[in-house]
């Protein structure tokens, strides 16, 4: 089992940043895949950037590249997402999760989820 746990989100002006943290339960964090999806209002939950035990990324949303990096922390347990250049369109709760195996895109093969956490950025 593994428990993720958000934080970081807030209000933020276009053009700022903002720092998601995930920290995830249990000793066996560096062999999980890790993943950031965001769920506007209204829409349904995409994936965003993934990024594998050893450090390898992928990114799935064009809109976000060059932005948002992601990165981890194995010694920490802990997930990161630092979102700069913010734009309204980022609108969204963001939510980290977790599988074993290679990434995916597709939100059911992931087996782990935090409860959120909501990022609003205003014009």
């Known amino acids: 089992q593994m428990q993720l746990v958000e934080s970081g989100g807030g209000l933020v002006q276009a053009g700022g940043s903002l720092r998601l943290s995930c920290a995830a339960s249990?000793?066996?964090?560096?062999?999980?895949?890790m993943c950031w999806f965001c769920q506007a209002p209204g829409k349904e939950r995409d994936v965003v950037v993934a990024i594998l035990g050893s450090g390898g990324i992928t990114t799935y949303a064009d809109s976000v590249k060059g932005r948002f990096t992601i990165s981890r922390d194995n010694a920490k347990n802990t997930l990161y997402l630092q979102m700069n250049s913010l734009k309204p369109e980022d609108t969204a709760v963001y939510y980290c999760a977790a599988r074993i195996g290679g990434s995916s895109r597709y939100d059911s093969t992931w087996n782990y989820w935090g409860q959120g956490t909501q990022v609003t950025v205003s014009s």
């Open positions: 249990g000793r066996t964090f560096s062999s999980y895949t």
